[in-house]
């Protein structure tokens, strides 16, 4: 015998109703019709019954009831002939049906357009607004700097064009951009998002790049980001076949890429190069540590940036007279009527009518003409002599796609009798080979070593603290750490570091730091770090001194791409600073300029600097060197200003290798 629930009420009144909506659009028409007359009918009779008004006959009452119920129901309550009646309801119910009708497509038509915005179809109608292709954590620093340089503008947009949901976009900038430091949100910015393959010129259309001012094509994450930004490239082309005025910049990750991408871009857009340029940063920054705060410094928008000004009276005066003839900004360079970029000319250069000064300035309205010749000591200038190169003994630990960029890079760097000594987990051969590559080695002579990098044993029979400089790089092709086996978090950046994720390559990174920390400090000395990561997350959870030299190379990459869209000839620029071959900035001990024992103006430190055929931009005080948030770098000083400076000290300089 079959056993009954003993369930509740409740339950069991739950479980008809589902039963019930479950019976299809005429069975619930037809349930909620009975309802309504369940509560209408019984509901009108009272009212009736109750007014003193109300008919004496019972059928007089029971027709004042039926018009009660009509008007209720919406469907007259005409009192009359059967056959009236019959026709008064069939009126009403057709009056009803059209009505619902109407207010349901309306309704739908409303619910399906507010869907469609919500998916991000709509096609953006702006003008003079930056476009960003694809999505990656540098979409985060690169709208934080687009923001920050907009600040001074009462109008301006950002529109965002990547396959993901049009909302979760809008959070997560708006999330990132309230967490910066200085939590101003956006201000007078807006930011557009829209759903859409990047790869597609039809939707690449709803960001109307036409009518843009500039268009990043942002790297992908993954292996295949490569591929995907010269399909997007490709796709621009064909959304805007005929040349407009928006500048294009883009960026690839591996050096096999970068001419592909360049002639998928065109010859009028910037494609940069993210091994490239970190492996020259990497380099520069071993050699003369603290280079990363400087260009940290010159890249965001928040201190003082590159910019050009009108020569404004300086027509047919020299090169080396424009260096002082800013007291707030420090002049580097010319651009020249046909659009050459001459960094760092020599002083005798004359500056014609159409060309421009390249400066650093606090913003593009800062650089105001102001002599301060007169604030030039002449009794404090001294005179150097010139220092020639020494053999260096550097060390690299960790092995990644860059590492062979590195090695060609120090090659062109460092003096003749120079050694590099590598310490990874890559096969040995297979690293000669890659490091052979890039063809052969006039200064540098390199040894291999095969060892775990965060093995505290090997690393303490390196004799790390005799190293000149040591750089340490993502390692790859190995299993990860057992710690960083979790998942990595949503907004890990991912740099084509095969098979490990950013993430998982900063925890080895990680882990190398600490037992570097640990040397040093039983050494009792500094060691002179540079490091790459990729997360700028976890270098604030580095075990290392405060100011010391982190590459954090999407965000490198990111301001780079933001600071040549705002100003296209600052591309020439940055490619000679990153470049071997000209000029590039330096820190040079400020002994060799003015005299240490009496403060000086900064005037007179441009003036020595000029005297040897170099451009003073800045200096950094050792003292103040592991003091946040400058480091003790002061970029672009006041002329006028007065300082003390130490024998220790450096003078930030603009000048050939």
């Known amino acids: 015998m079959a056993q009954r629930h003993t369930t509740s009420l409740t339950l069991r009144l739950r479980y008809r109703f589902d039963n019930l909506m479950a019976g299809g659009t005429t069975a619930l028409i037809g349930w909620f019709a009975l309802a309504c007359l369940a509560v209408v009918v019984p509901a009108s009779t009272v009212l009736v019954w109750a007014d003193r008004a109300a008919p004496a006959t019972l059928s007089g009452r029971l027709a004042a009831v039926w018009v009660s119920v009509g008007q209720t129901l919406k469907i007259g309550g005409a009192v009359g002939s059967p056959l009236y009646v019959l026709a008064s309801v069939a009126l009403a119910l057709v009056a009803l049906l059209f009505v619902s009708t109407l207010v349901g497509l309306i309704t739908t038509g409303i619910n399906r357009r507010i869907a469609l915005l919500r998916r991000g179809h709509s096609t953006v109608l702006e003008s003079g607004h930056t476009v960003l292709l694809g999505w990656s954590d540098q979409i985060f620093p690169v709208v934080g700097e687009l923001v920050a340089a907009n600040a001074n503008?009462?109008?301006?947009?950002?529109?965002?064009?990547?396959?993901?949901?049009?909302?979760?976009?809008?959070?997560?900038?708006?999330?990132?951009?309230?967490?910066?430091?200085?939590?101003?949100g956006t201000g007078t910015t807006r930011i557009i998002c829209r759903n859409g393959r990047t790869t597609d010129p039809a939707e690449l259309a709803r960001v109307s790049p036409r009518t843009a001012k500039a268009v990043l094509v942002l790297p992908p994450e993954g292996d295949t980001g490569d591929a995907q930004v010269v399909k997007t490239l490709l796709a621009l082309d064909a959304a805007v076949p005929e040349p407009g005025g928006a500048v294009v910049v883009a960026a690839v990750r591996d050096t096999r890429s970068h001419l592909t991408a360049q002639l998928a871009a065109g010859p009028g857009a910037h494609v940069l190069c993210v091994d490239d340029v970190i492996a020259?940063?990497?380099?520069?920054?071993?050699?003369?540590?603290?280079?990363s705060l400087v260009y940290q410094e010159l890249l965001d928008?928040?201190?003082?940036?590159?910019?050009?000004?009108?020569?404004?009276?300086?027509?047919?005066?020299?090169?080396?007279?424009?260096?002082?003839?800013?007291?707030?900004?420090?002049?580097?360079?010319?651009?020249?009527?046909?659009?050459?970029?001459?960094?760092?000319?020599?002083?005798?250069?004359?500056?014609?009518?159409?060309?421009?000064?390249?400066?650093?300035?606090?913003?593009?309205?800062?650089?105001?003409?102001?002599?301060?010749?007169?604030?030039?000591?002449?009794?404090?200038?001294?005179?150097?002599?010139?220092?020639?190169?020494?053999?260096?003994?550097?060390l690299l630990l960790g092995w990644n796609r860059r590492a062979p960029l590195v090695v060609e890079q120090l090659d062109r760097f460092v003096g003749p009798g120079s050694t590099l000594d590598v310490v990874s987990l890559a096969d040995d051969v297979r690293a000669r080979a890659a490091a052979g590559a890039s063809g052969a080695r006039s200064r540098l002579?390199?040894?291999?070593?095969?060892?775990?990098?965060?093995?505290?044993g090997l690393l303490a029979k390196l004799d790390v603290p005799a190293y000149d400089g040591v750089i340490v790089i993502g390692e790859t092709g190995h299993e990860p750490l057992p710690h960083a086996a979790a998942p990595a978090p949503a907004r890990a950046i991912d740099l084509g570091l095969a098979p490990e994720t950013g993430t998982q390559t900063d925890d080895r990174t990680l882990v190398t730091l600490l037992h570097l920390r640990a040397i040093g400090e039983a050494a009792g000395r500094e060691l002179s770090l540079t490091t790459e990561m990729s997360d700028d997350g976890n270098r604030l959870l580095a075990p290392a001194r405060e100011g010391a030299d982190f590459i954090v190379s999407g965000r490198l990459i990111s301001l780079l791409m933001t600071q040549i869209s705002e100003n296209p000839c600052l591309a020439a620029v940055f490619e000679e600073l990153f470049d071997a071959e000209g000029n590039e900035l330096h820190l040079k001990p400020v002994a060799d300029y003015v005299r240490t024992d009496r403060e000086v103006t900064f005037a007179t430190l441009v003036e020595s600097a000029r005297r040897r055929r170099e451009c003073a931009v800045g200096y950094r005080l050792r003292a103040e060197a592991c003091t946040g948030p400058a480091y003790g770098v002061r970029l672009n000083p006041d002329k006028g200003q007065r300082v003390r400076f130490g024998e220790h000290?450096?003078?930030?300089?603009l000048a050939e290798s």
């Open 301 to 394: 928008f928040a201190g003082d940036e590159f910019y050009t000004a009108a020569v404004q009276g300086l027509a047919g005066r020299t090169f080396g007279e424009a260096l002082l003839a800013f007291t707030t900004s420090s002049v580097v360079g010319l651009l020249r009527a046909d659009g050459g970029v001459a960094l760092n000319p020599d002083p005798g250069t004359a500056i014609g009518a159409g060309d421009r000064i390249i400066l650093i300035s606090e913003d593009d309205d800062t650089a105001v003409p102001a002599d301060a010749s007169s604030s030039v000591e002449e009794e404090a200038i001294v005179t150097a002599r010139p220092r020639t190169p020494e053999a260096e003994r550097l």
């Open 445 to 456: 002579e390199v040894a291999f070593r095969s060892g775990d990098i965060t093995d505290p």
């Open 649 to 653: 000290d450096w003078l930030i300089v």
């Open 153 to 184: 503008q009462r109008r301006s947009a950002i529109a965002v064009l990547a396959p993901k949901d049009k909302v979760e976009m809008e959070e997560e900038i708006a999330a990132s951009v309230a967490g910066t430091a200085a939590g101003t």
């Open 280 to 291: 020259r940063l990497l380099v520069q920054t071993a050699r003369e540590p603290g280079l």
